[in-house]
């Protein structure tokens, strides 16, 4: 694929995705609204999203030159999580569920959904070991007395989901990052130590095949920096690119570290 042709898919990326109402629900098929942009871009039926009802399926229509068909499941009014707090038993499940970062709370401590950033996806249910989740109609939609509010509603809704899933997606990748990281350079540290303490019969690998290891660690590390650079400069995502950038970088570095433990000791003069 041409840079042209990247561009230009991205756009319609873009386009279709300002389009999707960002709950972030699944409920297409797919992990969330951006991906079944792309998906819709590739082919996909533009008639799978509930939360969107059929006004976001004529939008599609119009704007893919697609028919507008009818919806494949029934539309879905704007919804809302609301935990019993005094059932909840703190066990974090609805927080991890969470697309938005909409609930707050810690182990073991009661939680609570912010109403204004609920997107209203049901992703937070069945998680709930003590069924303590309910979805009642939003407050906001339900205070809505025109359709120009109503409208307003969504167009709020969609822009807070958008940004707070793109934020925890960043959070996500950073943290899981993070660990890769910390988990490489223990390793690495692991085999400096090992080079430093007499040999003694070991069930474990040896010294020389463990620093092999870890630059092999690194190494797939550095590969799986590549590929998401790769994936953040074809859908031109800047935040993406950035973060590649960073983790790239980091993850040269480590393999750097990694070989020169590997590398035999220099004779002495």
Not at 19 to 37: F, I, S, V
Not at 218 to 245: I, M, T, Y
Not at 255 to 262: K, Y
């Amino acid at each position: 694929m041409t840079p042209t042709a990247d561009a230009s898919r991205a756009e319609r990326i873009e386009a279709v995705d300002a389009l999707l109402p960002q709950t972030q629900c699944g409920k297409c098929g797919q992990p969330g609204c951006r991906p079944y942009a792309e998906a819709i871009v590739d082919g996909e039926a533009i008639n799978r999203c509930p939360p969107g009802g059929q006004a976001t399926v004529d939008r599609l229509a119009e704007l893919t030159g697609r028919p507008p068909l009818p919806l494949a499941e029934p539309a879905q009014s704007p919804l809302m999580a609301w935990i019993r707090e005094d059932e909840c038993i703190g066990c974090t499940k609805c927080i991890q569920a969470c697309p938005v970062d909409a609930i707050l709370g810690a182990a073991k401590r009661m939680h609570t959904v912010i109403a204004d950033e609920c997107t209203g996806c049901e992703l937070c249910v069945a998680p709930c070991p003590v069924d303590c989740i309910d979805l009642l109609p939003h407050p906001a939609w339900e205070a809505a007395e025109s359709d120009a509010e109503r409208e307003a509603y969504l167009a709020r809704r969609a822009e807070r989901g958008r940004r707070r899933h793109q934020a925890r997606e960043r959070r996500l990748a950073r943290e899981a990052r993070e660990k890769r990281l910390e988990r490489q350079k223990r390793l690495i540290q692991q085999r400096r130590r090992g080079d430093r303490t007499p040999a003694v019969p070991a069930a474990g690998p040896s010294p020389q095949r463990q620093r092999q290891m870890a630059v092999k660690a690194a190494e797939q590390a550095l590969r799986r920096a590549r590929q998401q650079l790769a994936h953040a400069e074809r859908q031109g995502n800047a935040a993406a690119r950035e973060a590649a950038h960073q983790q790239l970088d980091a993850a040269q570095r480590l393999l750097d570290d990694a070989r020169r433990a590997l590398a035999p000791p220099a004779p002495e003069a």
